[in-house]
């Protein structure tokens, strides 16, 4: 499996494979349709780290112009997804103020294939640290069948 050093895979702690069902995700993210991308939480350790599915399907509204004849998911989509299961980890910490996180910052972030629907997305994010408690930044990968698709690293910024 291509994965990038030092992001270690959390293991499946609930039943069906889910650690939070679709209401606990909601509860937890503000994002909603079309821009809910985390269908399933597999793994989360509240502070540290989370794993999570997104199903790519035909039906987003995305594809029909991206592009027609030739479905790719966006770049800027896997990263948003990427960004969302970070937020799962920022929005869990105990010590930091409740609000509104948002992107401050992304750092190589490199795409290595293609996305299609019928894939499915393996998110992995890790915290790297925490700053002044309206910083954050961590370390993210999405795979498809072991693939590595897209990594980086993602910083967020306390807004309210």
Not at 2 to 30: D, H, K, N, R
Not at 146 to 152: D, I, N, R
């Amino acid at each position: 499996m291509a994965s990038e050093p030092g992001l270690q895979s959390a293991p499946v702690l609930g039943p069906f494979g889910a650690v939070l069902t679709c209401e606990q995700i909601l509860g937890l993210l503000p994002h909603r349709y079309p821009f809910a991308l985390v269908d399933r939480v597999i793994a989360h350790d509240p502070g540290k780290s989370a794993e999570a599915i997104k199903n790519v399907t035909f039906n987003e509204p995305q594809f029909q112009g991206h592009f027609p004849g030739r479905p790719l998911m966006p770049g800027v989509l896997i990263v948003e997804a990427m960004a969302q299961v970070g937020g799962l980890i920022v929005t869990q910490m105990p010590d930091l103020p409740k609000g509104l996180f948002v992107f401050a910052g992304i750092d190589g972030v490199r795409f290595r294939r293609p996305v299609v629907p019928g894939d499915q997305l393996r998110i992995r994010c890790e915290l790297i640290s925490i700053k002044r408690k309206r910083f954050g930044k961590v370390r993210a990968q999405a795979t498809v069948e072991g693939e590595l698709v897209c990594s980086g690293e993602l910083m967020f910024s306390l807004v309210d």
